[in-house]
């Protein structure tokens, strides 16, 4: 695998694909599942096929149909869920079937032959081109930016928002960002896991962090470095043995999360039993 990524650039594109995926998904999962924002992130996320589809039929880059359909659904599901009201799960499952359900009928709608949307539902990896690693480039380090510097002012909304709110920070303005900054990392990670596997992608390596650590900072750092490993590992294996590259990442990361949690289980039943 090694040797082969230095002959060719599809797996190099792979690689350095894998590492941005890894920083922005490590980042923002670790604040994801503290907000307990998973099920909204998956609605995010399926919305972004229909300006996929979008993309084909109007003749632009469909990653960009999904970015502005992401950043779209990120601020409409922010509206509704302030609000606090029973109809907030509804919309995100609105959401999520109408924007695929979009996607579909853009393709089928194109006078010519439909584009297979398999990439883009499932991920590819190693199709990535030089143009996708400029986005994810280009979005990974907005998220960087967006969470170093409102580092300690993310801490304490995370830590209790209603507090956050009378010692001064404007909490519906981080709200809306975080659901921005989720929407950026959702269209980082297609082209790696695709829209129906970037849920996992983006839970498994900050919920396995969060089984092993407890500090914000130190949550973040290893939610990284094992969103990178599991993208490595997934890529040798997609590549040796000739299996979807997403499909390989996503099983890898629940296969170590679960295997993480069995042993905590296990220790703390111990633990109980001793005392």
């Known amino acids: 695998m090694l040797a082969a990524m230095i002959h060719y650039q599809f797996l190099q594109n792979a690689m350095l694909a894998g590492i941005l995926t890894s920083i922005a998904c490590g980042v923002i999962g670790v604040i994801v599942i503290e907000k307990k924002l998973v099920m909204l992130s998956g609605g995010i996320a399926h919305t972004s096929l229909g300006g996929v589809g979008l993309g084909y039929l109007m003749g632009f880059e469909p990653i960009l149909g999904a970015f502005l359909f992401s950043i779209g659904a990120a601020l409409a599901i922010g509206t509704i869920s302030r609000k606090k009201s029973s109809h907030s799960e509804v919309a995100i ?6 924007g695929m359900a979009l996607g579909i009928l853009f393709v089928s709608l194109m006078p010519s032959y439909p584009p ?26 907005i998220v960087l930016f967006a969470v170093a510097v409102l580092f300690d002012t993310w801490k304490a909304y995370l830590f209790d928002s209603e507090f956050a709110q009378v010692m001064g920070i404007h909490t519906a303005f981080l709200d ?17 896991v695709g829209i129906i596997l970037v849920l996992a992608l983006l839970t498994a390596p900050a919920a396995t962090a969060g089984l092993l650590v407890k500090r914000f900072q130190t949550r973040m750092v290893l939610a990284v470095l094992l969103g990178i ?18 499909a390989s990442i996503v099983i890898l990361s629940g296969i170590c999360y679960f295997t993480v949690y069995i042993i905590r289980s296990i220790r ?3 633990a109980g039993s001793a005392d």
């Open 93 to 98: 499952g609105l959401f999520w079937s109408c």
């Open 176 to 192: 809306y960002l975080l659901l921005v900054l989720i929407a950026m990392t959702v269209v980082v990670m297609i082209r790696a």
């Open 268 to 270: 703390a039943g111990h």
């Open 229 to 246: 490993g599991f993208c490595f590992v997934g890529l040798a294996l997609s590549y040796t043995l000739n299996i979807a590259s997403g």
């Open 116 to 141: 297979d949307l398999t990439s883009y539902l499932f991920g590819n990896i190693l199709s990535v081109t030089k143009t996708d690693l400029r986005l994810m480039l280009c979005l990974t380090v």
